[in-house]
């Protein structure tokens, strides 16, 4: 029969232009978080993280957000491309791995 | 190239069988994890060891589940016995924790279970 899974939230970009990805978080305890990309088959991958003593971190191409009065994280990837496709979580954690706590993850298409 | 490293990749068991997944983390993390991925649940955090001691397993189902560290090179994740609604992709992860500053966690390639 069907089966009926979690609707992940899909965003569909142009290749070249930037992608935003945005992750809601619940415990205002939370004061690490990690962003990670899976790929169809693959374990997640780390992309980049952020202390909660920092509100922006830029990687290559990445740039993760941090607003910890709304308890809101956003991931911003320039210059999208094909490879980009995959589903991103958001992940939190508060201090020393005590409890990391993955969010159900963004679909992310990059049309060519 | 340090990797986290999970076998099998896939099991396909019978129902009421015990089925039994390895990882070898990283070399020099002391956090090792294990999680499960599911369309309906999405990634479950099903138990964590540090320096190989067992901190949380409250997410794992006690009456069949099981999850050790013989060595810092080895953990394993058991079930006992087996149920359809296990199936799922099983993600080990090691991290490394200093300080209680937590680092980034690496995950394996999984161990796709279906249990029929």
């Known amino acids: 029969g069907e089966s009926v899974g979690l609707h992940l939230p899909t965003l569909s970009v142009q290749e070249g232009d930037n992608s935003i990805i945005n992750c809601a978080y619940s415990n205002s305890a939370s004061d690490y978080f990690i962003w990670y990309k899976q790929e169809s088959g693959k374990g997640p991958q780390f992309i980049i993280d952020?202390?909660?003593?920092?509100d922006k971190r830029q990687g290559q191409r990445v740039t993760v957000l941090l607003n910890k009065t709304v308890k809101h994280l956003s991931l911003q990837i320039a210059a999208t491309q094909p490879g980009d496709s995959a589903v991103y979580f958001c992940?939190?954690?508060?201090?020393?791995?005590?409890?990391?706590?993955f969010g159900t993850g963004t679909k992310l298409q990059v049309i060519p | 190239d340090a990797r986290v490293t999970q076998t099998p990749r896939h099991k396909v068991t019978e129902m009421g069988q015990e089925v039994t997944m390895r990882c070898q983390p990283i070399?020099?993390?002391?956090?090792v994890f294990w999680y499960r991925q599911t369309m309906m649940q999405g990634l479950e955090l099903l138990a964590y060891f540090r320096n190989r001691a067992p901190l949380d397993d409250s997410g794992m189902p006690k009456d069949r589940f099981s999850a050790e560290m013989p060595d810092a090179t080895l953990a394993t994740l058991k079930i006992q016995p087996s149920e359809p609604r296990d199936s799922a992709v099983y993600f080990c992860?090691?991290?490394?924790?200093?300080?209680?500053?937590?680092?980034?966690?690496?995950f394996g390639q999984g161990t796709r279970l279906t249990v029929v």
């Open positions: 070399l020099g993390h002391n956090t």
């Open positions: 992940a939190s954690d508060s201090g020393g791995y005590q409890k990391v706590t």
């Open positions: 992860a090691s991290g490394l924790v200093q300080f209680a500053l937590n680092t980034e966690a690496f």
């Open positions: 952020i202390r909660s003593n920092m």
